[in-house]
């Protein structure tokens, strides 16, 4: 019995430590639970905090959104009562005007800038619209629906471009974004006036025409009218007349009627021999020299000639030339007139101011009297080498010498007429003079066309 209770306790006592085990093992196991739980859990926020955090960064945006509109709004009401500003400035009731602007002005203070980056926005948008229809590549197909009708006889350029710019409204359009005013922003009248500029009162009209190159609204505008008449009645004068019915425009006239060129010089080359003296130890030695010159001549659209005959190099003799009031005494001035394709010309020496000496004694010297000498000569105009007006032939040259007693003496070399059989007296002597074109004389404009 004492065994079997013994045996019994000992029973209990491992039954009681297995229940304590297995509580161990029981809340062990809670806690790894309860971990593995957290950490799940820990798992889940972390992946669900991103979800959570979009739509506060969406919603942070919103207000950039209200932002902008409200600026947006803000831009248009300030436009709308600088337009209406321009409206009664139009209609001159300029204090209400000047309220609308006060008020477009307080909203946004650089509300005409962005105004005209609109507009001019616009206006670049419908150009390319016009572009993608016609371009001058194609030549102006008549295709396309919108542009031109069908029209097999008009062959004309200039109408076409016309058409077109008159549909812009615009001489041209800037190609790049500007920060400046471009030239696109003035009004046609100034434009032209420019052009006047340009062509000056020396008739540059060789920078009128690269001008004209540039684009469709330049070419338009350097083929005014206006411009080509008054070019024509500063060449011819009276004896302009009209253009019709023998010229298709007054620039048709311009280009096909003979005359004379003025951006630069009309030259020629004289050569001859001179014979020279024997020396008296050998009579039989016979000396020549050869004589070279050159002969300068510039004309000027109202009618005044220089003309300069010199040895010295080119360069200095043109630049002798390029003054109306020549400093070279050397220089002879005159006048000229226009007559068909024949010039006649009027030059004499510049005056020079005689300084009087008074001598002690009361023997006079001997003064040589060269005379006043007046140059009369006559060109006919010629093309050379198909340039247009750029040969001037040689018709007539007289020397009138009018000395202080009186006399007068005539020297004159003529071309013979064509029923005298022999060689021309002038045209063997005088080679004809061809025209250079001199850069110097149009870098400036002293005065417009008028």
């Not at 009664?88 to 980056?117: G, N, T």
């Not at 004379?260 to 050569?271: A, E, P, V």
């Amino acid at each position: 019995m004492h065994w079997q209770n013994h045996c019994s306790g000992s029973s209990d006592d491992t039954d009681e430590g297995d229940d304590q085990e297995a509580s161990s093992l029981q809340k062990e196991t809670n806690i790894e639970d309860a971990l593995t739980s957290f950490r799940e859990q820990w798992q889940r926020e972390l992946t669900i905090s991103p979800k959570r955090d979009t739509p506060r960064s969406y919603s942070s945006k919103e207000p950039n959104h209200e932002v902008t509109s409200d600026e947006a709004s803000v831009e248009s009401r300030a436009k709308n009562l600088f337009l209406k500003g321009i409206e009664h400035e139009q209609s001159r009731k300029f204090y209400e005007a000047i309220q609308f602007y006060k008020r477009a002005v307080q909203l946004v203070p650089d509300v005409e800038v962005r105004l005209y980056e609109s507009t001019k926005t616009k206006v670049r948008d419908k150009f390319d619209a016009d572009d993608s229809l016609d371009t001058l590549n194609n030549d102006f197909s008549t295709n396309d629906s919108d542009n031109f009708e069908a029209d097999e006889e008009e062959t004309d350029l200039f109408s076409k471009l016309s058409r077109i710019v008159n549909r812009n409204q615009c001489v041209c359009f800037p190609k790049f974004e500007q920060n400046t005013t471009h030239i696109s922003a003035l009004p046609t009248e100034i434009v032209l006036y420019i052009l006047r500029w340009v062509v000056s009162s020396d008739l540059d009209f060789r920078s009128l025409e690269m001008f004209s190159r540039v684009c469709r609204g330049f070419y338009i505008s350097a083929r005014d009218k206006e411009i080509w008449r008054l070019a024509c009645v500063r060449v011819w004068g009276v004896n302009c007349g009209t253009c019709e019915p023998k010229y298709q425009s007054w620039r048709d006239m311009y280009l096909q009627r003979p005359r004379l060129r003025y951006n630069g010089c009309y030259i020629s080359k004289t050569s001859y021999i001179r014979d020279g003296e024997n020396s008296f130890q050998d009579r039989f030695y016979r000396p020549w020299h050869l004589v070279e010159y050159f002969r300068y001549l510039r004309f000027f659209p109202e009618g005044k000639a220089l003309m300069l005959t010199s040895t010295d190099e080119a360069q200095s003799c043109v630049n002798s030339l390029r003054s109306r009031i020549p400093r070279n005494s050397s220089v002879l001035v005159g006048h000229y007139r226009l007559h068909d394709n024949f010039v006649t010309l009027v030059l004499k020496k510049q005056e020079t101011k005689v300084v009087n000496f008074t001598y002690r004694r009361n023997k006079r010297e001997p003064v040589h009297d060269s005379g006043e000498q007046t140059f009369h000569i006559e060109f006919e105009i010629q093309n050379h080498h198909r340039r247009m007006n750029s040969q001037l032939k040689w018709v007539s040259y007289s020397i009138f010498t009018k000395y202080r007693n009186g006399q007068e003496v005539k020297l004159c070399l003529k071309e013979p007429s064509v029923r005298e059989f022999r060689v021309s007296p002038i045209g063997g002597r005088y080679p004809p003079l061809k025209f250079s074109r001199v850069k110097s004389y149009t870098q400036e404009s002293e005065a417009p066309l008028q």
